[in-house]
């Protein structure tokens, strides 16, 4: 069965360093990949998603993402931290089974960015 | 710019009431999802539909039922509210086979007293 794994509840970063929140992923075969944010009280914001093609995908508001299929893991990342950043971050896989694209998320990691 | 908008924000009821959430998107997908979110259990899946009239149970579909009449409408039905089904309700919809990802609503918070 297809799962994801964010190991990390929250991440404490100060403004202007560089920030990692991590992700690790169980599939067969190829993995479509995606990180989505979470304001307060707000819904899910697509931030970016690895479908095949180069390991480092480029998304909104400055982040990126790094695949990588031996550590199976799909790390988010930001060269420098904005307090605005401060948010819910969720990594998600498709699960493969079934008649429709469904996304299993991982718990959320919670990114607090210090001024 | 597309979207997929939930009925209410925030909502209270009573126990034993009978709840509908509702969600409605103009992008003319096929997949339409409905997830709750809790505090470290992450989002787990309660019902998606793949088509019009067509539906099938996520991983926690108890104490709920959907309905999709129209292909751009898809309902969350709470048979009788409990407080254990106080909690952020999440829709989202998505468009084929799986590389372009959901796109979701702002979210219901539900509480029920």
């Known amino acids: 069965a297809q799962s994801v794994a964010q190991p990390e509840d929250q991440v404490n970063v100060a403004e202007g360093n560089p920030l990692t929140v991590k992700c690790t992923y169980s599939?067969?075969?190829?993995?479509?990949l995606f990180w989505y944010v979470q304001y307060p009280n707000r819904g899910l914001q697509f931030l970016l998603k690895?479908?095949?093609?180069?390991?480092l995908v480029k998304g909104s508001y400055g982040f990126e993402a790094e695949f990588n299929k031996s550590q199976t893991s799909f790390h988010l990342k930001k060269p420098s931290a904005l307090v605005s950043d401060s948010a819910l971050y969720f990594c998600a896989v498709r699960d493969i089974g079934g008649a429709t694209n469904k996304l299993i998320f991982g718990t959320g990691t919670l990114l607090a960015v210090q001024p | 710019d597309v979207k997929v908008t939930q009925s209410s924000r925030y909502l209270v009821k009573r126990t034993g009431e009978k709840v509908f959430l509702e969600c409605v998107q103009d992008m003319d997908h096929e997949n339409m999802f409905w997830y709750r979110q809790d505090p470290g259990l992450g989002l787990r899946l309660i019902y998606f539909?793949?088509?019009?009239?067509?539906?099938e149970k996520g991983d926690i579909p108890e104490g709920y039922s959907v309905s999709r009449e129209k292909k751009e409408r898809f309902s969350l039905i709470l048979e009788s509210a409990s407080t254990n089904q106080t909690s952020m309700y999440l829709c989202a919809s998505s468009f084929g086979a799986g590389s372009t990802g959901y796109t979701f609503g702002s979210g219901t918070r539900l509480t029920v007293v």
């Open positions: 539909s793949y088509d019009v009239k067509m539906k």
């Open positions: 690895y479908i095949t093609g180069d390991n």
């Open positions: 599939v067969s075969g190829n993995p479509y």
